[in-house]
């Protein structure tokens, strides 16, 4: 068997990874003639470090970011409502990780030239549709590699799927399956669903840096304070460059707009905007660990985007043909589990076509079946809150604060919010009831076993 990929973002790297591990060969497609560590800050919860561990960068993934010790949940005005410990401080056999999403993407990239091969990430191939047949898959691509006066890739004509872009193929890669982890602007996915429309915005918009500050809590604390409609995010993704400081990464979301409202821009991680711009946007927090209007404005590099999802869909498979990742199931960023969730979509997909090598359509069916439905409920539930829906709670309630959190809830509902949040999303599967090791033991790498 042979999988066609399109896309190296991390759904589709940690997607070659998993199916090498399973034996079942596969090459990937990524538009960008460069691959570049972009981005700011990620976390990986424990179910899905397992999943990374099982193909041996369970060391490299912790070198390159921070075990995250705890979480606190605040009011925007910074009093505690919610504190709760994380990775194996909360009794998982694998620690929760928060790092730099290129980083991530770096992590994965390189293993996957180190176990593929050099090649096996091409670049400068931008897919413009695909054919497919009952026994193969064929997808094509403008190769911005190729000669422009060579014309014999044209020679199969335009194809039958298209994205409506009136782009001529220069390159074409034939396989028994093609999988679309081409992100929430997925091509694959227009051409599916092609009367879609383009992504939904909630109204919030969404501030993003980071840089090394001075560490705070434990150095490895994760911060939420405020809820849906104000919220400001900090957790340190990496040693700093000097003692004593962590990169430390910041988010901002402020609702500007009525949820429906047609995204303000394309969502793009790349969109940078000044520090000085963002004086206002930090006004509405008070936190008592983090000087963050100033951490704000010693950031270098800032980017807004829209916060965006896709409605659920009914089916992400056609044929030999099927989605991944963000191309599936784009979700608002809460819950720390945009990048998990591709993660577990990459070990569903290459067990099921490791088991069912004679027939892979039939693999992508239950592949779909078993992910489609977490996916779509983790997608939903982001929507009102994800487990941040403690905060939204407290604030509804007392909305200038409080003395007392008792006064304002049980906190019996706030622990019922987040754990039915981990067991909707599989966050909690991996949790044991016995002990573990030290928290502070050095992680163990599990061994690849196809190599």
């Known amino acids: 068997m ?16 998993r199916l090498h591990h399973r034996g079942v060969d596969c090459e990937i497609y990524e538009q960008s003639e460069q691959i570049r560590e972009l981005g700011v800050g990620i976390n990986t ?25 705890e979480l606190i949940y605040t009011h925007r005005r910074g009093q505690e409502i919610m504190r709760r410990p994380c990775g194996r401080h909360a009794g998982f056999d694998y620690p929760q990780i928060s790092l730099h999403r290129g980083r991530l993407q770096g992590v994965l990239l390189r293993a996957v030239r180190e176990r593929l091969g050099p090649d096996a990430v091409r670049t400068g191939h931008r897919l413009v549709g695909f054919e497919q047949d009952a026994d193969r898959v064929r997808a094509h691509f403008t190769d911005r590699h190729a000669d422009p006066t060579d014309r014999s890739a044209d020679s199969t004509g335009r194809r039958a799927d298209s994205a409506g872009r009136g782009d001529e193929p220069r390159a074409s890669a034939e396989g028994d399956v093609l999988v679309a982890a081409d992100g929430i602007h997925s091509t694959v996915r227009s051409i599916l669903f092609p009367d879609e429309g383009p992504p939904r915005w909630n109204g919030v918009m969404m501030w993003r840096g980071a840089t090394d500050w001075p560490e705070y809590g434990t150095g490895a604390s994760q911060m939420i304070a405020g809820g849906t409609e104000a919220k400001l995010v900090l957790y340190p993704i990496a040693p700093g460059e000097r003692p004593g400081t962590r990169l430390t990464n910041w988010a901002i979301c402020l609702k500007t707009g009525e949820p429906g409202d047609p995204p303000p821009q394309r969502q793009d991680w790349s969109r940078r905007v000044d520090a000085s711009d963002l004086d206002s946007r930090v006004a509405p927090f008070h936190t008592s660990l983090v000087d963050h209007a100033a951490l704000v404005k010693a950031t270098r590099d800032c980017y807004e985007l829209p916060m965006c999802d896709r409605d ?7 044929g030999r043909v099927t989605l991944l990742g963000d191309a599936a ?12 969730q591709a993660i577990m979509d990459a070990v569903s997909l290459s067990e099921h076509l490791a088991r069912s090598p004679a027939d892979p359509a039939a693999a992508l069916l239950a592949y779909q079946d078993e992910r489609l439905p977490i996916t779509s409920e983790v997608v939903l539930r982001n929507r009102t809150g994800g487990p941040e829906n403690v905060i939204d709670e407290v604030e509804r309630r007392a909305p200038d604060g409080f003395t007392r959190l008792e006064d304002v809830i049980d906190p019996a509902t706030l622990e019922a919010i987040v754990s039915g949040y981990a067991q909707a999303s599989g966050g909690s599967r991996e949790q044991v009831n016995r002990p573990t090791a030290p928290p502070d033991a050095t992680p163990t790498t599990a061994p690849d076993a196809s190599e």
């Open 45 to 69: 919860l424990p179910n899905a470090v397992k999943e990374l561990a099982e193909v041996g960068l369970l060391d490299r993934l912790a070198d390159a970011g921070i075990l995250t010790r």
């Open 2 to 17: 042979k999988v066609v990929i399109v896309g190296a973002g991390i759904g589709g790297l940690i997607t070659a990874l």
């Open 329 to 340: 199931h784009p979700m608002y960023p809460m819950g720390s589990n945009g990048a998990g």
């Open 312 to 318: 659920p869909l009914p089916h992400w498979t056609r």
